[in-house]
């Protein structure tokens, strides 16, 4: 399974976190961030999608 948004195509991305200790900036490690992906069913078809464009939809249909 591919971390991908089916609608959008977000996908993770590297971010780095900055520790601050005594004035100074550490280098720490770098994280993968991921999409927020839910399961959702429309028709008959599964898909994945991340919680903005769900939240999205929601908007549409109202």
Known sequence: MAKICEVCGKTSMMAVV?????????????????????????????????AKCLKAMGKIKA
């Open 18 to 50: 900055r520790k601050l200790l005594r004035g100074h900036y550490n280098p720490t490690t770098k994280k993968r961030k991921y999409p927020n992906l839910q399961h959702k069913k429309i028709g008959n078809k599964r898909i994945w999608i991340c």
